[in-house]
């Protein structure tokens, strides 16, 4: 089993940043391929972007390209994601997900694969 716990949300003023971590434990998880996703208030869950691996590939929605960027640190089990530019409309609950059976991310399928869920941290972005 794999349990990872995000941090690092909160209250931002719009066009501010914002750094979450996802901390990996029980398994390592440097061979997994691993993805944010963000529900918004009254909104399904969307997904946001995804990492290989590696680190070396990377995949965003575009509602989020040219602002955000994922990066991993294996030997800390954890995963980034750096918010820039941020907007009113990035206000969400935001979960990190990791998939145990694929490397890279599994594009077209339900959830990109994803089998293991954080809890989730809130991130609100005032005007």
């Known amino acids: 089993q794999v349990q990872l716990v995000e941090s690092g949300g909160g209250l931002v003023q719009a066009g501010g940043s914002l750094r979450l971590s996802c901390v990996a434990s029980?398994?390592?998880?440097?061979?997994?391929?691993m993805a944010w996703f963000r529900q918004a208030p009254g909104k399904e869950r969307e997904f946001v972007g995804g990492i290989n691996w590696s680190g070396h590939s990377t995949y965003y929605a575009d509602s989020v390209k040219g602002r955000f960027t994922m990066f991993r640190d294996n030997a800390k089990n954890t995963m980034y994601l750096q918010m820039n530019a941020l907007k009113n409309e990035d206000t969400a609950v935001y979960y990190c997900?990791?998939?145990?059976?694929?490397?890279?991310?599994?594009?077209?399928?339900?959830?990109?694969?994803?089998?293991?869920w954080g809890e989730g941290t809130l991130v609100t972005v005032s005007s």
């Open positions: 997900a990791a998939d145990s059976t694929a490397s890279s991310l599994r594009v077209g399928v339900l959830d990109y694969g994803m089998d293991y």
């Open positions: 029980g398994r390592t998880i440097n061979t997994y391929a």
